[in-house]
């Protein structure tokens, strides 16, 4: 089946650094998106970027799709971005997203 | 801002019972999704649909229904219980061209005993 890997699992991190979070996939997807999960469990949708380099905020997700990998960067890491950051693919290419496959996931904790 | 409501938020069932899981969303979207949760995995995708009296089978059908009864509501059905169903369950909404992302419930923790 689809596969998501993300890495790392786990990440610490003092307030002010910045964090990379990687994903890698085994298909051509046409729609890859990054969602975070806070710790109480809610999700959020952070930006969809199925190609490329995009910028919102702190956020910085750089996507090479013909090596089936992302990226997102936290630039000025803050407490308040501790949480779970989860990428998700469309397996089937055909960018839509009634299919996504989700990874595990990177557990992010900032410390003050 | 989007807004789709689970019900309830907490369930203890026992094994062999019906549970049954209510999501409502107010966004007026066609799609809609049932994913489980579980530690060290992502979300995977259980049923959704594409719109009322429609669903369709996810990645993880077995032992779930589905049910669409309105453009609103979508609930997830578990005639039979098992405790390997014990998971955080969410209920998302979109569509494409809707900002072209989902909208998650908060979620419903279920333990079947």
């Known amino acids: 089946g689809q596969q998501v890997q993300q890495s790392p699992a786990s990440l610490v991190l003092q307030e002010g650094e910045n964090a990379e979070l990687q994903c890698n996939f085994s298909?051509?997807?046409?729609?890859l998106q990054w969602f975070y999960q806070s710790p109480g469990g809610s999700l959020v949708s952070l930006l969809s970027?199925?190609?490329?380099?995009k910028h919102t905020g702190r956020l910085t997700s750089t996507t090479v799709t013909k090596e089936r990998r992302s990226s997102l960067h936290i630039s000025s890491s803050q407490t308040t971005d501790s949480g779970t950051y989860l990428c998700a693919i469309d397996p089937w290419g055909d960018g839509s997203f009634n299919k996504l496959t989700f990874g595990a996931g990177t557990r992010l904790a900032v410390c003050p | 801002e989007a807004a789709v409501t689970q019900s309830p938020r907490n369930k203890v069932a026992v094994t062999g019972g019906k549970v049954t899981l209510s999501c409502n969303q107010t966004n007026n979207h066609n799609n809609m999704y049932w994913y489980r949760q579980d530690t060290g995995h992502g979300l995977r995708l259980i049923h959704y649909?594409?719109?009322?009296?429609?669903?369709e089978k996810g990645d993880i059908p077995d032992g779930y229904k589905a049910s669409r009864p309105s453009q609103e509501n979508f609930s997830l059905i578990l005639e039979l219980a098992t405790p390997s169903q014990t998971s955080v369950y969410f209920c998302?909404?979109?569509?494409?061209?809707?900002?072209?992302?989902?909208?998650f419930g908060a979620g419903t923790r279920l333990s079947v005993l």
């Open positions: 649909s594409y719109g009322a009296g429609s669903t």
């Open positions: 970027n199925p190609s490329g380099t």
């Open positions: 298909s051509t997807a046409t729609q």
């Open positions: 998302a909404s979109g569509d494409r061209g809707h900002q072209n992302t989902l909208y």
